[in-house]
């Protein structure tokens, strides 16, 4: 055969891209369809509530105290006689917003502290990293909010910034690890010999190929955030100038006593489903996005 | 095929490279404090010059240093000592935007075609970049090399905007040697190329390697533990075992005539395709010494049929067997 024979190439649809692969396989996952319609659904009930098309009367104080589930207070009301529904449309915007930023702030963070440690793996700036996060992953991390939110004199930002920096550091160790395994292989070193600088390196040949555990990790990162948001919130150290399912549950604890659940059945139940959703299509996208998982 | 201005006048023959004791030590850390234990020399003293347009074969065991020796005289791994020079100029010493700028000139082939390519990036990007990073041409231009080069490589132009997972081995090959040869190399360092892939398919590849050699003149270092191939390719071969040459001379020469017992042992593991052979091999025993402890004298003799005493003490020198012959190797015994 001459070397100059061409190459029948008639593999794979055109331009098929591992992206686009893992798309097709996530659209045949049921669970993983369904779970993200619920949580589109979520986010829906969350951007009417930023755009101001419902819940804008969470706050109004108008109807008797501890109306029962009806037509008019579909959650019925609370003590003072605010809108339970309201305020659980209301929360569901609140859980959003922190679960969008820390989910964000956090894998920005992990992924640029992760690759660099991972790509000067061994020189000071690693251990430096490293360092880092061992100190923040010994604090107990309720001390670490409350400690972060004396020192910014309860700005509503602090449990989110106590988030942050605190859960970037599992998405920092795996890509960290990620890296390591990445920048030894052959297509590193072939950007070594052509000639591509350091920082071309990291951004375009290794932490693209790390995206892949960013996005499962920011989904897991959003989960977990809404779960802290609800249990600072209870203890008071969580949203400070709002409602959130936390907040919620927090109030109902007196109601509790006095037999009156709607506050916290509607908190939990809508965080369980969100949580829970989010989880599936979390799990969903994992596989979706594993070359070794056929299906 | 070349439309750099800035690239200078190319002389076809001549020296080319220059390799002068080159080591390459790796330090060990371990212990307290993790201080530095005990080196391991993957390279340990390595001189040899290989003219344009040539190819030399380096063979030897697994772990020899036939790797770290191909990536150290780039300086993927800057050496621990020694000399390396393209067209008389040293690469030691350089800094990072003069060694970048030196990097058109020498490129690498790597054994692994699945690992050799992003998995995130199309051919054409592949192909593309080192156009990129060194600013050759403008956009047009850039497109119409790439397609030039897949060409050269014999792949078609609809494998551009595919991704390298699309295709099979020995085209991912290919792919990474028209990466190889963007930039016009003068130099390649050819990591064993063919040992991941089907034999029907190394000789395609092989006869791909040969013919851009002709048509470009560019110098191979050819690395690879296949006689067959080695033989095959090379116009002189090196035989290295533990960080050093022990045997070097033209390929006819070593071929046919031998002198270390080691490329003698080597040449005898070819299978002969005749089951009625019963011709004497002489078996290598025994396993490669530990790099990090090697034997005193020369590192063959506890393995070596024919060692005598003085082979346990003194080191031999890479020297010509007869004066003249060009046919280096290093043992006491050979003459």
Redesign the interface.
Known sequence: ?????????S??A?????WSKALRKFRRDRVGMWSLAVVLAYAVVALGVVLGLWAGDWADVSGPKWAPVSGEYWFGTNIIGQDIFARSLYSTRTAFEVGLVVALGATALGAVLGSTAGFFSGSWIDEVIIWLMGVLDSVPFILLVAAISYTLQGSPWAMHIAMIATFWIGTARLIRGEVIKLKS???V?????????RFMIIFR?IL??T?HILLVQATLSFVAAIKSEVILSFLGLGVKDGMSWGLMISESTFEVLAGFFNNFIAASVLMFGLVMAFNMFSDALQDALDPRTVK | MNQTPEVPARSDTGTLLQVRGLKKYFPVHGGWLRGVQQQVRAVDGVSFELDSGRTLGLVGESGCGKSTLGRAILNLQSPTAGDVLLDGLPLAGLSRQALVARRKDMQIIFQDPFASLSPRRTVAQIVREPLDVHRIGNTRERRQRVEELLEVVGLRSNALNRYPHEFSGGQRQRIGIARALALNPRFIVADEPVSALDVSVQSQVLNLVTMLQAELGIAFLFISHDLAVIRHISDEVAVMYLGRFVEHATADKIFSSPKHPYTRALLSSIPVPDPTSKSPRPVLEGDVPSPMSPPAGCPFHPRCPVATDRCKTEVPKLREAQPGTEHEVACHLAT
């Open positions: 055969m001459s070397a100059r024979a061409e190459v029948a190439v593999v794979g055109h331009g098929d891209s591992l292989l052959e297509y070193e072939a950007a070594h010999a052509i000639g591509v600088s040949h693209p190929n995206f």
